[in-house]
T-cell receptor, first 112, second 112 residues
Framework: QKEVEQDPGPLSVPEGAIVSLNCTYSNSAFQYFMWYRQYSRKGPELLMYTYSSGNKEDGRFTAQVDKSSKYISLFIRDSQPSDSATYLCAMTSNQAGTALIFGKGTTLSVSS | KAGVTQTPRYLIKTRGQQVTLSCSPISGHRSVSWYQQTPGQGLQFLFEYFSETQRNKGNFPGRFSGRQFSNSRSEMNVSTLELGDSALYLC???????????FGNGTRLTVT
C-alpha cells in the first residue's frame, strides 16, 4: 500500500461547478497537510496548509482533514478555467528534516 | 519577496556526463529541499539542507549529491548521468520546520 493515494483523474467539469479532490494516506504520524497546484511547465504552488484535523477556508478553496479516517479533501467552489491544473496533496509528520510525501496528483480541466 | 529561483530552466546532457543545478531560496529561508518529479513516480524527495548541513536524504543513489552555502543558496550534482535521470528537478525552501515548502519552477533535465 502506498503511503499516499490520489486519484489521477483526469477530472473534467464545467465552469462554476464545485470540485472535490481527495487523498487517502496510511501513516498515522502525518500531522501537516498541504495542497499544491501545478500548472504545466511550472513548479508546485502552495494553495492550502493545515495542521491536524479540521477545516480551513481561503477564498474559493476549502481544505478538510479527517485524521480518524486518514482522508483529506480540497473543495473548489465556482470553478474557473484558470483552475485547470494538476493538484497535488502532500503531507508530513514534520519532525525536523522529514520529507513531504506527495500524492501523484489529480489533473483538473474546467471548461468555459 | 522574490520566490525560489532555479537555474538553468532546461538542460540536455549525454549519458555518463555530470550536471550541477542551482537554487536560490526565498530571502530569509534557511532550509532548502530538492525533489525529483517524473510522470511515473511523481515527486520524490532527494535531500534537505539546513544551515549548510544535510538534515535528511531520500532513497537515491550516491550519484546524487548536494550542498548548501552560507548564504543558503544550494546546488545539486548528479554524476554519471543515466537515461532514467531525465526529470524535472525541483528546489523548495521554507523558513523553519513548521512552515510549508515553497517551490521554484524547476530545472528540466533531459539525458540522451
Amino acid at each position: 500500500q502506498k503511503e499516499v493515494e490520489q486519484d489521477p483523474g483526469p477530472l473534467s467539469v464545467p465552469e462554476g461547478a464545485i470540485v472535490s479532490l481527495n487523498c487517502t494516506y496510511s501513516n498515522s504520524a502525518f500531522q501537516y497537510f498541504m495542497w499544491y497546484r501545478q500548472y504545466s511547465r511550472k513548479g508546485p504552488e502552495l494553495l492550502m496548509y493545515t495542521y491536524s484535523s479540521g477545516n480551513k477556508e481561503d477564498g474559493r478553496f476549502t481544505a478538510q482533514v479527517d485524521k480518524s479516517s486518514k482522508y483529506i479533501s480540497l473543495f473548489i467552489r465556482d470553478s474557473q478555467p484558470s483552475d485547470s491544473a494538476t493538484y497535488l496533496c502532500a503531507m508530513t509528520s514534520n519532525q525536523a528534516g522529514t520529507a513531504l510525501i506527495f500524492g501523484k496528483g489529480t489533473t483538473l480541466s474546467v471548461s468555459s | 519577496k522574490a520566490g525560489v529561483t532555479q537555474t538553468p530552466r532546461y538542460l540536455i546532457k549525454t549519458r555518463g556526463q555530470q550536471v550541477t543545478l542551482s537554487c536560490s531560496p526565498i530571502s530569509g529561508h534557511r532550509s532548502v529541499s530538492w525533489y525529483q518529479q517524473t510522470p511515473g513516480q511523481g515527486l520524490q524527495f532527494l535531500f534537505e539542507y539546513f544551515s549548510e548541513t544535510q538534515r535528511n536524504k531520500g532513497n537515491f543513489p550516491g550519484r546524487f549529491s548536494g550542498r548548501q552555502f552560507s548564504n543558503s543558496r544550494s546546488e545539486m550534482n548528479v554524476s554519471t548521468l543515466e537515461l532514467g535521470d531525465s526529470a524535472l528537478y525541483l528546489c523548495a525552501s521554507r523558513e523553519d520546520s513548521d512552515s510549508p515548502l515553497h517551490f521554484g519552477n524547476g530545472t528540466r533535465l533531459t539525458v540522451t
